[in-house]
């Protein structure tokens, strides 16, 4: 265990490119996600000031902005340990495979965790929004679990393509349109037949709706609990297999 601690610090050695830095960004994201999502768009489609669209939209932009850091910083970590004179390092000190899977995936899940925890908070300020505190815990939590799935996903990535170049293509043309069409703007019940069926059941629109249902009045979906569960475990157990086999080869 001491051994998994100690991985953890060393990720966030120095503290301010890895960690203070980080959250610069992320307060920067979160007031031009506060401009466009509830200064901007509710000014130009007259529909959305019938209805409150500052705790609509606020777990929308949590999760989308959780996803998205989950996704990144997933990729990048594996591909530095991978591609880089550091995987060489960790293996002089005789750790076991599993605990150095455990320590990397552990601190990415970490980092993660400071910066939803840190976009919720300033999001919440900015909206002035009243949170009700059962909700909201229930609501982190579920979204921290949906996103070992995403970390496993990129996990995954950052072992397969070394090149950052193809990354970058699947990031900006595959994940983030994906992110965008899976309810962040608009809800999947406003499509109709075959693209309803289609983005609703999405599993980063499971993570967002399925958040945006428990902030607002506590409704936890099963299925989608269900689904993130399989697909965690699922992920979880093909980015050990390969990243074990990374690390042996």
């Known amino acids: 265990m001491n051994s998994i601690i100690a991985i953890i610090k060393k990720e966030f050695s ?4 890895k960690l203070i830095l980080p959250l610069i960004l992320n307060l920067f994201c979160c007031i031009i996600l506060f401009l466009l999502f509830f200064k901007g768009i509710a000014k130009i489609i007259p529909e959305l000031n019938n209805i409150d669209t500052k705790n609509i939209y606020l777990p929308n932009i949590i999760s989308l902005i959780t996803i998205c850091i989950a996704f990144g910083i997933s990729y990048f970590n594996t591909n530095k340990l ?3 004179n550091i995987l060489n390092q960790i293996r002089t000190t005789n750790l076991m495979e599993f605990q150095i899977y455990l320590g990397e995936f552990l601190n990415i899940l970490f980092f993660t965790f400071i910066q939803m925890i840190f976009s919720f908070i300033t999001l919440t300020i900015l909206t002035g ?13 579920f979204l921290l679990f949906s996103v070992v799935f995403i970390i496993q996903i990129s996990i995954i990535l950052g072992i397969i393509f070394s090149n950052q170049r193809t990354f970058s293509l699947i990031l900006f043309f595959i994940f983030f349109p994906l992110i965008l069409l899976s309810g962040v703007i608009i809800p999947s019940n406003i499509y109709s037949d075959f693209l309803y069926y289609t983005i609703k059941y999405l599993p980063t629109t499971m993570i967002i709706e399925g958040g945006n249902a428990i902030f607002l009045n506590l409704n936890i979906n099963i299925i989608y609990v269900i689904v993130i569960s399989l697909l965690n475990i699922i992920f979880s157990v093909f980015s050990y297999i390969l990243f074990k086999k990374e690390l042996l080869s």
């Open 129 to 141: 929004i009243t949170i009700n505190i059962l909700y909201t815990i229930v609501f982190l939590l």
């Open 82 to 84: 991978f591609h880089t």
């Open 14 to 17: 120095p503290i301010f490119p």
